[in-house]
């Protein structure tokens, strides 16, 4: 039997993460580690199994706590402070997020209750985390003790004034609406330094070799040697020196780039 480490009262007014994941209590632990190994590999796990270690941690933290209460998965109560409530799901998905968010009616003490080895939180983590803590709710891992992954607050985004910069920039370069919204972005995207590569290649699918200087000239893209010399999309091949022409890709491709950007 493992022992379970002993932990301090949670202050008044705290939040859970505050303190820290905790494990049941010596007489259930044994039991409960059993079913959290059950969980990995079992197919029938069900959400009414995720409701006793949450309810061992809330009692740790000095709730007293109860299950389909109204509406609600797990309703936690201690003294006068606002409830908990608590939402179980087996898996992150837009039902029990529809079902927290209603939830904070209540309380803005509000936490989705998942599967520690979720496989939605393991490929999308980053984007989860800040979805949940968008709406102002908070999420619990449970296995064979329950871990608080986020707190429920107000969420207050920071600014980018840099990619902000960044967006207006590519949006007021490109010329026209040459890309249909929703679209396989895997196919490429005409972005407004496509469309000034393109402006390149044209003029040299036209005239063949000649100086980065003149291209520079004919096509007022003062940028055309850089353009040229990167390379970016492999258009371009250099016929001697500071002279280019169009490569056998370039050939292939511009035509295609050229119908979407009418």
């Not at 301090?8 to 505050?18: R, Y």
């Not at 959400?47 to 299950?67: A, C, G």
């Not at 609406?177 to 005409?190: F, I």
């Amino acid at each position: 039997m493992v022992r379970t480490p002993t932990r301090p009262a949670k202050p008044a007014g705290s939040t859970l993460a505050a303190a820290g994941p905790a494990r049941p209590t010596t007489s259930s632990t044994s039991g409960t580690r059993v079913a959290g190994r059950a969980w990995r590999a079992s197919p029938n796990l069900k959400e009414s199994d995720l409701y006793l270690p949450v309810k061992r941690f809330l009692e740790h933290q000095h709730y007293e706590v109860k299950s389909e209460v109204g509406d609600c998965d797990v309703v936690a109560v201690r003294g006068d402070e606002p409830p908990v409530v608590v939402e179980l799901k087996l898996t992150l998905n837009l039902e029990v997020v529809l079902q927290a968010v209603d939830r904070l009616a209540l309380t803005p003490n509000v936490y989705i209750g998942i599967p520690g080895r979720s496989r939605v939180l393991a490929r999308r983590r980053k984007s989860v985390l800040k979805l949940v803590r968008m709406l102002g709710l908070g999420l619990l891992l449970i296995d064979h003790e329950v871990s608080v992954e986020l707190d429920p607050g107000p969420y207050r985004p920071r600014q980018s004034r840099q990619r902000q910069q960044r967006l207006l920039g590519e949006f007021l370069l490109r010329v026209g609406d040459p890309n249909l919204g929703g679209s396989d972005r895997r196919q490429g995207v005409m972005t407004a330094y496509r469309q000034r590569a393109l402006k390149i290649a044209t003029f040299l699918q036209a005239h063949g070799a000649t100086k980065a200087s003149l291209v520079a000239q004919a096509v007022e893209e003062p940028k055309a040697r850089d353009f040229l010399y990167r390379n970016v999309y492999g258009w371009f091949e250099q016929a001697g020196r500071g002279i280019y022409l169009l490569s056998p890709r370039g050939e292939r491709e511009i035509a295609q780039w050229l119908e979407r950007d009418l």
